[in-house]
């Protein structure tokens, strides 16, 4: 009997330290989904840039680490398993209550004009900080808990250690490549909030407190669906983007017009009735450099390559002026090709489109190109592998001997760090390089800039008008351009170019 009891007693402790186990492993798979769900739920405010996710995992990382020390205080009080109960159901609820917490906090920051960094600091703060340190608490709890009367404290220390890795691992690749994509990032967020308040549920052994905490997530999450926090701003919600299509008819002289939003930046406008007419400034710059260098050849192009698709403005613009011309299109996400193709009056059926990063895609090309166009940046969120010597290498490279390669720069007026060193990077592989603006904005101000770069001679002072929509936009002086560093794949500090972008009130 006595045997046997030990033996009892011995499946008892595997049991527990399993279920223990179990519950570490989980909870640190859910601060990581909602680590990952963080950064898609705050894109359309402060959208996806560095600073972006530096705020997010500064926040989560705080969080977690007083939850931590929280968790190995109460350890030493006494608390039991009822403790780690309250705090997972808690977690769960924030969970869920971050997207109540969101409708109250966006228009409160949105009505304030901060700049990018503080904003998205804040949203993550006010978001994510008490879901991170509610988890935090767990592991230590769960750790000590299992120690007592253990043989082996090295052994369960070590063995929840690596059960906290691994289901953070376990979080990460699920949510960011099967969770948001597939559900949402609001139905992930709700979802991993009813998985902690049901693991929350075993350890909570007193009926009265389980009600107490099923009772508060079940407000939480009534009062979010009540205010629309479950709602997703967003057409469609991919791996990369929140991507929303608006009316923008009101931006057009006449007709219909609907525009594509890529998180939170305005990435084009398309007209249905009129596929040349590009109510997005810059693309009509690009366009009538792209007429011009056509006419100054004598001929339309007869391959042209598309770093980047967004609204698929200018392919379409291109498509419709020239049919014989072949469009070559590396856009990122299929997702944005689908909306542009279902949303945007895009006929997509004689493009050649690559969903893939445009860098690969153009090495592995065996085509010459007579224009290439480089429209890939996403807000402050800029792909610096795009802007580097060896990629404006790999472009001379491809472009037929008098090709052309147009681009946009989104920079800070009127420091202009990264326009100026865009002009040089390219200045060092072509012949001429070109820079124009809209004008002086007569201040601080964020501006795109169009770049165009070629050996086949001088460029324009000023883009000729190629359709009657014109609108004039002026040289930049190179003497403005003249502190420009050069990128490399070694040394492209782009974030730190555009800081003022994210420093001051002119990157919202």
Do not use: K
Not at 143 to 171: C, D, E, F, N
Not at 355 to 372: E, G, I, K
């Amino acid at each position: 009997m006595r045997v046997r009891a030990e033996q009892m007693g011995l499946a008892a402790d595997r049991l527990r330290l399993a279920g223990y186990g179990a519950a570490v492993f989980l909870s640190s798979a859910a601060l990581l989904v909602v680590e990952v769900a963080a950064g898609r739920l705050l894109a359309p405010y402060v959208g996806m840039s560095l600073y972006t996710w530096t705020a997010i995992i500064g926040v989560v990382l705080a969080g977690l680490s007083l939850g931590n020390w929280l968790g190995g205080v109460w350890a030493d009080r006494g608390a039991g398993t009822a403790a780690a109960g309250l705090a997972l159901g808690l977690a769960g609820a924030s969970s869920m209550g971050s997207l109540l917490v969101l409708t109250w906090v966006a228009p409160w920051l949105e009505a304030r004009a901060l700049d990018l960094m503080r904003a998205a600091v804040l949203y993550a703060a006010s978001l994510f900080f008490l879901p991170a340190l509610l988890l935090g608490i767990v592991t230590p709890l769960l750790t000590t808990l299992a120690l007592r009367g253990s043989r082996r404290p090295g052994h369960v220390v070590g063995a929840m250690h690596a059960l906290a890795a691994l289901g953070s691992i376990v979080g990460t690749f699920a949510a960011g490549f099967w969770l948001v994509q597939s559900f949402g990032t609001r139905q992930v967020l709700a979802g991993t909030g009813a998985l902690l308040l049901a693991l929350a549920l075993p350890f909570l052994r007193r009926a009265r407190l389980a009600l107490a905490v099923a009772a508060v997530a079940g407000a939480v999450a009534t009062a979010a669906w009540a205010r629309g926090g479950l709602a997703s701003p967003c057409t469609r919600e991919s791996a990369f983007f929140c991507i929303r299509v608006v009316d923008a008819s009101a931006e057009a002289p006449w007709g219909e017009a609907r525009a594509l939003v890529l998180d939170h930046l305005l990435h084009g406008i398309n007209h249905r009735q009129a596929p040349t007419l590009l109510l997005s400034p810059y693309m009509q710059a690009m366009l009538d450099l792209a007429v011009w260098h056509a006419r100054a050849r004598g001929r339309a192009p007869r391959a042209v390559f598309f770093v980047g698709g967004g609204a698929y403005s200018l392919p379409r613009a291109l498509g419709r002026l020239w049919p014989e011309t072949r469009l070559h299109v590396a856009e990122l996400d299929p997702a944005v090709t689908a909306v542009a193709a279902g949303h945007l009056y895009v006929d997509t059926a004689a493009m050649r489109i690559e969903h893939a990063d445009a860098r690969p895609v153009l090495r592995r090309s065996r085509l010459r190109y007579d224009l290439v166009v480089g429209d890939a940046f996403q807000d402050v969120a800029v792909p610096a592998h795009l802007l580097t010597r060896e990629f404006a290498a790999l472009v001379r490279a491809r472009l037929a001997p008098d090709g052309l390669y147009v681009l946009n720069v989104v920079d800070a007026w009127p420091e202009l760090e990264l326009v100026a060193a865009v002009a040089r990077t390219l200045g060092e592989v072509f012949g001429h390089v070109g820079v124009w603006t809209a004008g002086d904005p007569g201040g601080p101000a964020r501006l795109t800039f169009v770049v165009a770069a070629t050996d086949a001679g001088p460029l324009p002072a000023e883009p000729p008008p190629a359709l009657p929509w014109h609108r004039p936009w002026r040289p930049v002086p190179a003497g403005r351009l003249a502190h420009g560093m050069r990128l490399t794949d070694d040394l492209a500090p782009v974030e730190r170019l555009i800081a003022p972008l994210m420093l001051g009130a002119r990157g919202r």
